[in-house]
């Protein structure tokens, strides 16, 4: 059985491979905002739970586990090319004041996040970084059929909102 001093001493470093340091900032700037998805959505759930909108809430937080999902991608191939991947920590959330305006901030994110995705995939090829450049791809389509669902989930509650009215 090891002592305290071998189980509280540092693990072994990464094998060190070199990353291309553009790759490896598109990588950072990918979990950046994966880590920023996660939280908002975890937050409009939170949000929504305590104006009494189950449905919705529940939404946004299957919302939060796939952005999750994506966080732990793009970590692990940080981590496949030897970095560490770093703490992230941001500006303060932007919430929406109801349904409609959290749709609209979530958007935003989710069109940033597209354009991001888009160059990291196209610099990968360039570079023949194959990995990279497969998980870039898969994450754009998810994030495109994200944006998709966001605009479907709008249209819903604006043919809502007209139904009520009439
Ligand atoms: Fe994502
Ligand atoms: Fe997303």
């Known amino acids: 059985m090891p002592g305290w001093q071998e189980v509280i001493s540092p693990a072994r470093p990464a094998p060190s491979m070199t990353a291309d340091p553009r790759v490896r900032g598109y990588l950072v700037q990918a979990l950046g905002h994966e880590t920023g998805a996660v939280q908002l959505y975890l937050a409009q759930a939170g949000l929504a739970a305590l104006w009494a909108l189950e449905n919705e809430s529940r939404r946004f937080r299957a919302d939060a586990l796939d952005e999750l999902s994506h966080v732990e991608r793009v970590m692990h191939r940080l981590l496949a090319l030897g970095v560490a991947p770093p703490a992230v920590s941001g500006p303060p959330l932007r919430l929406g004041r109801d349904v409609d305006q959290m749709l609209l ?3 935003e994110l989710e069109v940033d996040v597209i354009q991001l995705y ?42 809502g909102a007209v139904r009520s009215s009439t």
Request: overall charge negative.
């Open 118 to 159: 888009e160059r990291a995939r196209l610099y990968c090829a360039r570079v023949r970084d194959r990995d990279s450049e497969e998980l870039f791809a898969d994450l754009l389509g998810e994030e495109l059929e994200h944006l998709a669902h966001i605009d479907a989930w709008r249209a819903e509650l604006l043919s």
């Open 105 to 107: 901030v979530d958007r």
